[in-house]
């Protein structure tokens, strides 16, 4: 069975940096888009980041400058490095791969959360003032 399981998160002060890692058993060459989601308490999830097969990235606005996502060279390992924390940034974060449909690709599909088949369990990320 395919699986992505974080690890990574944790508590740290306004300012601080975390380093989220995801690491995935879907098969090497994987799916077209791998990214980071995330969700607060009493809030909808939220795209964070997203990295597609030729490598492309793209940010939400809220972590443009702030976060990098990258995956290694089999795409069997995504990292999420979270510079300049805010407690705003205080969330669960989720990493996801899709889509396991055939079909058109293209990159602004992997903002979208419908297109992710695999989700992991989460890693808590605390950010305190």
């Known amino acids: 069975q395919w699986q992505l399981v974080e690890s990574g998160g944790g508590s740290v002060q306004a300012g601080g940096s975390l380093r989220l890692s995801c690491a995935s058993s879907?098969?090497?060459?994987?799916?077209?888009?791998m990214a980071w989601f995330r969700q607060a308490p009493g809030s909808g999830r939220e795209w964070v980041a997203s990295?597609?097969?030729?490598?492309?990235?793209a940010y939400s606005d809220s972590v443009q400058g702030r976060f990098t996502v990258s995956v290694d060279d089999t795409r069997t390992s995504l990292h999420l490095q979270m510079n300049t924390l805010k407690p705003e940034d205080t969330a669960m974060y989720y990493c996801a791969a899709g889509p396991t449909s055939a079909g058109l690709r293209w990159h602004g599909m992997c903002a979208r959360d419908e297109t992710y088949n695999f989700w992991g369990q989460g890693t808590q990320v605390t950010v305190s003032t």
């Open positions: 990295i597609t097969r030729d490598r492309t990235t």
């Open positions: 879907i098969p090497a060459g994987g799916l077209y888009c």
